[in-house]
């Protein structure tokens, strides 16, 4: 089977596709190594494995137990979060923590440790983990949680599925009255505003996030729109349409260019002519606003795109950004959804984990070659002399001695990797 990941980009991987559909059994015999796949929803080739086999945990999607009076739920590591909301949102109870897609596993949320909108009170996923079943390839299965075999959470959490295969878990959910949400939008129009209306935010909003025109120059660079909410009363509001649309093939060029970016982002920074602006908005359209459109990836055509999202500390967020948006506004190259946000100050579980005290800026490239890829080298240096950080499960290029700096304890993982698990991604930055 010849496979990609989300952003199309590497090339298709040859690896060996077996379908797991038995929390209970052994895993199956594979030659060489495997390695755990979800929904398929990472970008880069953390989820690849060529010359390999993947290991299939969508038939792992059953749902073990639900307390509704106390919100712990057990599923199989195969559920998708899109399940968990159609079960629970009627029953008063929430993700605590979601990315920006609904379409990805809880296996692989745990393996990525993905975190949301709302960083800092919330943390990431894996915080809301009481424990896991690991299975490893020997056979054996362990129990991990922060108070059974806690360094195994620990590498495993974030652990880009390495440690082994995540066959299911026990979540704590978050009560919530209904699907809406309370919004509010702010117009800013430089950086500075920016940093301040998420530190104005924290203690009164549960999330936040920006939308950065990523193509803006000059007086105009750094502007966007800053979004913060929190969960609404109990009552009725606005529901999402049911249909949705879809990108029936790929173009042959990506329609995303210097040309339609521009345009773009001026139109989307332009649309709110108020200052601020109030909403009651479903939670659909405010946490999933791609999930809406299938297959999305095939607008930037055979080619591919490439994600990047860095963090860099607090101190140095304005410098460093600005320095970041000005090399991408100055290529022509870029994304018609560029998010930035705060993260907090909470210590993340995992020894790989992403999420760190500062500015989080996440942006999606087409790939046109050599010139994309001299670009995200260029945004390398500005990260690294900031002491940031490149979010390595979305990564697709990253140099073996970036991420070791980014992530001085990697080596710390090393007693827990299994020996027979393995991926294109780790085999490209510990060569």
Request: a neutral charge.
């Amino acid at each position: 089977m010849a496979g990609t990941s989300w952003g199309r980009y590497p090339q298709p991987a040859k690896q060996t596709l077996l379908r797991l559909n038995d929390r209970h059994a052994p895993l199956p015999a594979f030659d060489g190594t495997a390695l755990p796949h979800g929904n398929g929803r990472s970008y880069g080739d953390s989820c690849l494995n060529d010359g390999g086999s993947l290991l299939c945990t969508r038939g792992l999607d059953h749902f073990i137990d639900f307390d509704p009076a106390h919100g712990v739920l057990r599923c199989e590591a195969g559920v998708l979060l899109a399940d968990i909301l159609d079960l629970v949102v009627s029953q008063g109870w929430f993700l605590p923590v979601t990315p920006g897609t609904k379409y990805v596993t809880v296996g692989g949320a745990i393996a990525n440790d993905v975190h949301g909108k709302n960083h800092h009170v919330a943390g990431c996923f894996s915080e809301h983990v009481d424990g896991f079943e690991l299975l490893r390839s020997d056979g054996s299965r362990r129990w991990c949680s922060r108070e059974e075999n806690a360094d195994w959470f620990a590498a495993t959490a974030g652990g880009l599925g390495l440690t082994g295969l995540i066959t299911w878990t026990q979540l704590r959910l978050q009560r919530v009255r209904g699907p809406w949400l309370n919004s509010e939008t702010h117009r800013f129009d430089s950086l500075a505003e920016f940093l301040a209306l998420s530190a104005g935010s924290e203690a009164g909003y549960e999330y936040t996030v920006a939308w950065i025109d990523c193509a803006a120059q000059g007086q105009a660079l750094g502007r966007g729109h800053f979004i913060r909410a929190n969960h609404a009363p109990a009552g009725d509001g606005p529901r999402p349409g049911k249909r949705r649309l879809g990108v029936p093939l790929t173009p042959p060029l990506s329609l995303i260019n210097g040309l339609s970016l521009r345009a773009f982002n001026a139109l989307y920074y332009h649309r709110q002519q108020t200052k601020v602006s109030h909403a009651l908005t479903h939670y659909e359209p405010y946490f999933y606003p791609l999930d809406s459109i299938g297959d999305w990836n095939r607008i930037y055509g055979p080619r591919g795109f490439l994600q990047y999202q860095c963090v860099v500390p607090t101190a140095q967020a304005e410098a460093a950004l600005t320095e970041l948006l000005g090399r991408i506004s100055a290529s022509g190259n870029g994304s018609f959804l560029a998010v930035l946000k705060m993260f907090g100050t909470r210590p993340s579980a995992g020894i790989l984990s992403f999420p760190r005290p500062g500015a989080t800026l996440a942006l999606d490239f087409p790939n046109t070659g050599t010139a994309t890829f001299a670009l995200l080298d260029a945004l390398d240096e500005v990260v690294a002399a900031a002491g940031g950080a490149v979010y390595a499960a979305k990564d697709a290029r990253l140099a073996g001695a970036r991420f070791r700096q980014y992530y001085p304890a990697w080596e710390t993982l090393k007693p827990y990797l299994d020996p027979r698990f393995s991926s294109g991604f780790w085999r490209r930055v510990t060569a």
